[in-house]
């Protein structure tokens, strides 16, 4: 990937986060890391709980610390004062995707405030094509939260991101709340975006399966540190690091198929592109 083509680029960053108690020192989340997501790229940062990935996340987000180093999205800074519009360039999808929506304000209502908020970047598409895009009908814009299932819900979190036009996609555990079929149908989603929208999304898991289906490059974190990474397959393949090797032999049911491909359960949505009859939600 050349310099030019990046639109992340995370540069010696770390995160120190102050001790909690008189007795406890600071705690070094982030140690010294660099990487980058290329347009139309997924990059991966897996590890286990505590390796660092959410102070990573938070600081890319701008919602985080930044102790040392230097992240930019499109060019822009992150932690300098932005414009809203630059602020705009990344969005962020959580785990959690009822948590992360307002449970009084219907699709709609929601999405109004959002074009009402950001009019100069939201014109570009209607609410209707909008949903067509995450492969959801018209007919949920009259829903609140409630009234969605968990992969109907994360897929208006990803409709109400894609709104903002954003450069980079920031998906912090995107689909470990979901079930497996529901998970490998937003999985798709992501990976379909990428391609229609060229979004750059850096992926966030600790899920070694799953980053396996989605990611094109992988970064591996352990106690703050990436110590290995590279394209997805060879990492996978062939792990040079030892921890890498013990994360992957921790895979439970290894052998079994990629977590893209097990969509056996409709989630409620459009099935395939987006295009076709909707399917009755359940
Ligand atoms: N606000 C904070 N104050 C003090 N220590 C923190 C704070 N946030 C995180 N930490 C510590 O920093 C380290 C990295 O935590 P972080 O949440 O970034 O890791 P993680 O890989 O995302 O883990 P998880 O998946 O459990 O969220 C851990 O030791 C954690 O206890």
């Known amino acids: 990937m050349t310099e030019e083509r990046r639109v992340l680029d995370v540069d010696r960053l770390s995160v120190v986060h102050r001790a909690r108690g008189r007795r406890s ?15 139309g790229e997924i990059v991966g940062v897996v590890g286990e709980s505590g390796s660092g990935k959410t102070s990573l996340a938070m600081a890319v987000a701008g919602l985080g610390k930044i102790s040392t180093g230097k992240v930019t999205v ?38 109004r405030e959002l074009r009402g908020i950001h009019a100069e ?24 939260p409630h009234q969605m299932s968990g992969g109907q819900a994360q897929r208006v979190s990803i409709a109400r991101a894609l709104l903002l036009r954003p450069s980079l996609l920031l998906a912090d555990e995107p689909t470990s709340a979901l079930d497996v079929s ?32 989605v990611c ?17 397959a060879e990492v996978f393949d062939r792990p040079a690091h030892e921890y890498t090797r ?31 009859s909707p399917t009755p939600v359940l």
Request: glycine residues 8%.
């Open 216 to 232: 094109d490059q992988v970064h591996v974190m352990l106690r703050g540190q990436v110590v290995e990474h590279g394209v997805t």
């Open 25 to 39: 020192h600071p705690v070094v989340a982030v140690d010294d890391v660099s990487l980058g997501v290329g347009a």
């Open 74 to 111: 499109s060019g822009a800074e992150v932690g300098k004062r932005l414009s809203r519009s630059a602020r705009a360039e990344i969005q962020v999808i959580l785990q959690d995707p009822h948590g992360s929506l307002d449970p009084r304000q219907s699709v709609r209502r929601g999405l």
């Open 246 to 276: 013990r994360l992957l032999a921790a895979i439970p049911g290894r052998q079994t198929a990629n977590p893209v491909e097990q969509a056996h359960v409709s989630d409620g949505s459009i099935p395939g592109d987006g295009h076709r």
């Open 121 to 144: 970047r939201t014109a570009w598409v209607t609410d209707e094509e909008l949903l067509a895009k995450v492969g959801l009908t018209a007919d949920l814009l009259d829903r609140l």
């Open 182 to 213: 529901v998970q490998a149908q937003i999985l798709r989603l992501l990976l379909e975006l990428r391609r229609t929208e060229g979004l750059a999304i850096l992926f966030i898991s600790h899920d070694l399966a799953v980053v396996r289906a």
